[in-house]
């Protein structure tokens, strides 16, 4: 069966060859560049900056001192995104959060109006497992995760 399909391919192919014309081939002339019709000029949408609501300010040690815009104060996954962000690959981190850039301490210890302006405060320690994630009672009243 296997020598009788080869060998019907083979004829195939053959045949195929030896009904081709025999004429001669030439080059293809080449043709002057034709002018390109009048373009209608098309208005590209410049890419919207995405400015992300929250900014690392400054770090001190395993502290770390972020904005959050007030339009955005209450959206707790702009929080996360944060920490997510700011403790990227770090085994031990804490990230404290203001809507008052103003009363972000520049060092510690804060005072105690930076403290009380504080919106949320993140603590983590891979070594102990630690995750907790505190809110100021004005975003959350519960008081098992505000202060």
């Given at each position: ?43 590209v949408?410049e890419p ?7 900014k ?5 040690g ?6 959050v ?6 959206d ?8 997510a962000?700011?403790c990227?690959?770090?085994n ?13 301490p ?11 302006a504080?919106?949320a ?8 497992g ?15 995760e505000?202060?």
């Amino acid at each position: 069966m296997r020598i009788f399909i080869a060998t019907t391919l083979a004829s195939l192919v053959v045949l195929g060859c030896s009904q081709q014309s025999a004429q001669p081939t030439t080059a293809p002339v080449a043709t002057p560049p034709q002018s390109a019709p009048e373009a209608t000029p098309v208005e590209v949408a410049e890419p919207v900056a995405s400015a992300q609501p929250w900014k690392l300010v400054h770090s001190q040690g395993l502290m770390n001192f972020v904005y959050v815009d007030k339009a955005h104060s209450n959206d707790q996954d702009q929080y996360r995104l944060a920490i997510a962000d700011v403790c990227a690959g770090k085994n031990i981190c804490q990230v404290m959060f203001w809507n008052d850039e103003a009363l972000i301490p520049k060092q510690l210890p804060m005072s105690d109006a930076q403290d009380s302006a504080k919106v949320a405060h993140w603590q983590y320690n891979g070594n102990t497992g630690l995750r907790r994630l505190l809110w100021s009672c004005k975003i959350v009243n519960d008081p098992s995760e505000c202060f």
